[in-house]
């Protein structure tokens, strides 16, 4: 009965530990489990030429500001753009879409 409860107790205590982890690291994958952090969408200005954008400044659409925070990663499948709209919920990106100059300076 005593190895039972210390087992319990140990499981719980992984448990609440874990839950503690995917509520405040924010990474790709911990935001994509976290129910506190809502889906969105940004835009952002990358660079050409590559397919690889990292430490991505994103703008917030509703008060043209720049986002408190950059995401840390996100592919893209066209080197020849350079303006993105963003589907994402905290780091995870969920997809991208190219667009116009036009219209990355219209939701500005």
């Known amino acids: 009965m005593k190895k039972f409860k210390i ?3 140990s499981l719980l ?9 995917v509520l405040t690291v924010h990474t790709s994958a911990t935001d994509r489990l976290n ?5 969105t969408v940004s835009y952002a200005k990358v660079p ?7 430490q991505v400044t994103i703008i917030n659409p509703k008060d043209s500001k720049t ?10 499948y066209d080197p020849n753009q350079e ?11 969920k997809s991208i879409s ?10 500005q």
């Not at 205590?13 to 982890?21: D, E, F, P, Q, R």
């Not at 129910?35 to 889906?39: A, N, W």
């Not at 993105?84 to 990106?93: A, F, R």
């Open 7 to 9: 087992g319990v107790i």
């Open 13 to 21: 205590t992984v448990l609440v530990i874990a839950i503690i982890g």
């Open 35 to 39: 129910p506190l952090v809502s889906e």
């Open 48 to 54: 050409k030429n590559t397919q690889n954008y990292k």
């Open 67 to 76: 986002r408190a925070y950059k995401i840390k990663q996100v592919g893209g």
């Open 83 to 93: 303006y993105i709209k963003i589907h994402h919920k905290g780091q995870y990106v």
């Open 98 to 107: 190219y667009i116009t100059k036009n219209q990355f300076y219209n939701q």
